[in-house]
């Protein structure tokens, strides 16, 4: 048995991708199979085919860890998920992905879908909403009342973390381009920066409690905006590639945040999304068959939203 894949044999430039017949995954002990309904792209995918992520995978390689999904068989000893069950899960990197008509998951990293959406567009929510969850809560330690300034609120991430801080009662102010301002301000920002109008260190007046970057902001304008943070405060980045800077003196610490899946937060997610409390935005929907062009864009620097490929 085959199915359509999206595959690369090789690292490198988005042309390495191929559509292609792969082998129908079977599932080992504590894995499912799933019927692919949405392939969730992130900027990481971009990073992992052309090499420059330091993720250990085997070639060939299906790209894709954030899946939505319909249970088409079960492993071994696999309890409390049947067939036919409507599910999303942020997959191991590692392992090959959702870009493909079935694709294999380890049933803990699974939660039930929300049915207030489309199946396909759940695909949007697991790592990017787990990455502004745990960067606001495990990592910043957000609680009510706090201000928090996120830097590149206008991506996918920070459309999440804009709306977990607000509804948390936070304060929140969020830098943006004048693109994605009219989102930003929409997902809850009590203030939005243009970044590109003015310098965001002159515009924050008062000192925040955490800084939240999603931004890649140059080494030195990062370690400036940290004297907006408050003494004892925190700042937090989603740039694995560089080192958070704190200010020891002023007992200001730093965390880089590395996303892990984790089933119970998601479905706290999901429940959010079906009570109308989180809204998953999908800017473009592509058939799986069209993910290469994504990849074009995203290495060109001009991809724009989220995007889920449908097999």
Do not use: C
């Amino acid at each position: 048995m085959t199915m359509k894949a999206i595959r690369f044999h090789e690292t490198g430039g988005p042309d390495v991708l191929r559509y292609e017949e792969a082998e129908l995954p079977v599932p080992g002990a504590g894995e499912v199979r799933l019927r692919v309904a949405g392939s969730g792209f992130n900027p990481a995918d971009n990073g992992i085919r052309a090499g420059s992520l330091p993720i250990p995978i085997t070639l060939p390689h299906i790209p894709g860890y954030d899946v939505s999904g319909t249970v088409d068989a079960l492993g071994a000893g696999v309890e409390g998920l049947a067939v036919g069950d409507e599910v999303v899960g942020f997959l191991p990197m590692t392992a090959d992905g959702s870009a493909a008509e079935y694709a294999i998951a380890p049933a803990e990293v699974l939660a039930r879908a929300p049915h207030s959406i489309p199946l396909a567009d759940a695909a949007a929510l697991p790592s990017v909403a787990l990455t502004a969850r745990q960067a606001l809560f495990d990592d910043a330690g957000l609680t009510s009342g706090q201000r928090i300034l996120i830097t590149g609120a206008g991506g996918a991430v920070g459309g999440y973390a804009v709306q977990l801080a607000k509804r948390a009662g936070a304060y929140v102010i969020a830098t943006a381009s004048p693109r994605s301002s009219a989102t930003v301000r929409e997902a809850g920002a009590d203030e939005v920066i243009d970044h590109t109008a003015r310098s965001v260190l002159d515009a924050v007046a008062e000192p925040v409690d955490v800084l939240l970057n999603l931004a890649p902001l140059e080494p030195d304008e990062f370690a400036a905006l940290v004297a907006r943070v408050r003494d004892g405060g925190v700042v937090v980045s989603t740039t694995a590639w560089m080192p958070a800077p704190d200010d020891a003196e002023r007992n200001v610490r730093s965390v880089v945040v590395f996303v892990r899946s984790d089933a119970e937060q998601l479905a706290e997610l999901v429940s959010l999304v079906d009570s109308g409390d989180l809204r998953v935005d999908v800017a473009q929907r592509v058939p799986l068959a069209e993910l290469r062009s994504i990849h074009e864009q995203a290495a060109a620097g001009t991809l724009r939203g989220k995007v889920v490929a449908l097999p």
